[in-house]
């Protein structure tokens, strides 16, 4: 079933959850909302499910308006973050439980419940809990049940609201890439709610990164990692580095460093932000004039290590830049966070308080358009 959103908004008193939020997602088509805490995600998602009303635009299923059309009857699926299963029952009633109450004309008989209950416990891998209690499971598999569950009304859409958000973070890895196997397997169209990035990335065909209430970027995992819509997917999506200055005619002068950018060469003493990624610099040991470009200009920071930590195959750098060593709070801001392979590192023999040279090989530069 296909899905498509039309200029929804939402607000809820002086606070506008939704802007104008248009989107379609193509039957079969496992998509990620993708954004921070308040940026209207789990609401978008609730007002598809019809748990939520919006208070303009419209919602539809395979071209069908089902704006009105209650929860009861718009056949979606919804896993909550908590699982929500009922305690007093055992693993097989509550995935029989969406069944057992469908209206006398609809509801299958108990050897079909029965056959279909073990079959979604197989699917889901836990048909040995069958006779077990919530209380009696890892949280891994409460989460598995309750997916087990939505599927047995064999919904035309699946909702998961924030599904591993409650886990550590090994039950959650493993569970991302079951949900992903589970869905190619299925192909029940699926929208799923997170701020993790890395489970967005990992898990969704497409991914939404939403903030403020609005749609910033729709792309495959690779295009919205590689080809950020803006500075705010940029930043949101994984660690980086942000550097302020100016740009014109095409070169960029940041915090003690010019960055070509061709692509800005229009751009007139404007106001610009670059983005790098710690695995984005180039590092090497400091020698007078060593930063400097066959015309004297600079192209790479002096800094100070200020720590290193190596955890398995990376090495993490935290390097202050040399310029105004600051204290306290403003060290923190002013910190450029570089990893390198491990090996790099202690082949460099690189120590705490050197003084190193850090050069971007890549940058996403931002310019601002005067208004």
Known sequence: MSIEIRNVNKRFGDFQALRDVNLNIDSGELVALLGPSGCGKTTLLRIIAGLEVADAGSIHFSGEDTTDVHVRERQVGFV??????????????????????????????????KQKVHDLLNLVQLDWLADRFPSQLSGGQRQRIALARALAVEPKVLLLDEPFGALDAKVRKELRR????????????????????????EVADRV??????????????????????SPFVYGFLGDVNLFHGRAHEGEVHLEGMRLDAPEHSAAQDAKATAFVRPHDFD????????????????????????RAIVIGPIARLELVPVD?????????????????????????????GETLVVTPRHARVFVETAV
């Open 178 to 201: 079951w949900l992903r196997r589970l869905h190619d397997e299925l192909h029940v169209t699926s929208i799923f709610v997170t701020h993790d990035q890395e489970e967005a990335l």
């Open 324 to 352: 105004d060593l600051p204290s306290g709070e403003d060290a923190a801001n002013k910190l450029i966070e570089a990893q390198i392979p491990a090996q790099q590192y202690r082949d460099a023999g690189f120590r705490e």
């Open 208 to 229: 939404v990164v939403i903030n403020k209430g609005q749609i910033e970027q729709v792309g495959s995992p690779q295009e919205v990692w590689d080809h950020p819509a």
């Open 283 to 306: 590092i090497a040991r400091y020698s007078p004039g060593q930063q400097l470009d066959g015309t004297g200009r600079s192209r790479g920071i002096v800094v100070q290590l200020s």
């Open 80 to 113: 909550f973050q908590h699982y929500a299963l009922f305690r007093h029952m055992t693993v097989f009633e509550n995935v029989a439980f969406g069944l057992r109450v469908k209206p006398r004309s609809q509801r299958p008989s108990d050897a079909v419940i």
